[in-house]
């Protein structure tokens, strides 16, 4: 599986932004999809998933903040993030978790300015 994210900026405190990742196959075949970011300095780390049958984990600091959503017509994966602050700035990455293999796109650097 090739994922190509997009979608990364610079926007300031309190806007919203919207990450996209294409997949080069059908993402119904496709167990888990996610967002992980890194930080400058920090390990990356999980932000959303959701699984083949739509069910959706956040953590918690992005709760109520971010929506994860896949447009199986497209294949492509999305993250909505809102209200966002500058500790969502990072390089933010799509995965996808299929048959046992984890597949990741280039990341799309994301920068929240206060």
């Known amino acids: 599986v090739q994922l190509q994210a997009s979608g990364g900026g610079l926007v300031q405190a309190g806007r919203s932004l919207t990450l996209s990742c294409a997949a080069s196959r059908s993402t119904f075949d496709i167990d888990v999809m996610g967002w992980y970011r890194q930080a400058p300095g920090k390990q990356r780390v999980l932000v959303a998933t959701i699984t083949s049958g739509n069910s959706t984990h956040y953590i918690e600091s992005v ?12 294949n492509t994966l999305y993250l909505q993030m809102n209200r966002l602050k500058p500790e969502d700035t990072a390089v933010y990455y799509c995965n996808a978790y299929r048959q046992g293999w984890d597949y990741w796109g280039r990341g799309t650097q994301v920068t929240v300015s206060s």
């Open 63 to 74: 709760k109520g903040r971010f929506t994860i959503s896949i447009d199986h017509a497209k």
